[in-house]
């Protein structure tokens, strides 16, 4: 794995360690579809598909955006992770 793609999967597992604590300290139930996909793309990462990787990457895109349709607390560490995570997708894949 490139060090680049290991950046990205160190990334996605800060972001789903903020996103557990969040949903831990808020108890918001939206939190968990979003965790969802971040778990789905960890996993992805073992699967040894470079397309099953791609397509679970690229549904990470807009998550953090999505997250804040439905709050208005936009200042939380977990939005900054997903943002990170998804800069890191779109620099790595140039989408």
């Known amino acids: 794995m490139s060090d680049q793609m290991t950046d990205l999967k160190s990334q996605i597992e800060v972001s789903i360690d903020a ?4 949903l831990q300290s ?7 579809k979003y965790l ?3 778990q789905k793309a960890l ?3 073992e699967s040894g598909s470079p397309e099953y990787l791609e397509k679970c990457l690229r549904a990470l895109l807009n998550c953090a955006r999505g997250y804040m349709e439905f709050s208005s607390s936009y200042d939380q560490a977990f939005l900054h992770e997903m943002w990170e995570t998804e800069k890191i997708i779109k620099k790595k894949f140039a989408w």
């Open 19 to 22: 996103m557990e604590l969040q």
């Open 26 to 32: 808020s108890g918001e139930v939206v939190l968990t």
């Open 36 to 38: 969802e996909k971040y």
């Open 43 to 45: 996993k992805a990462f």
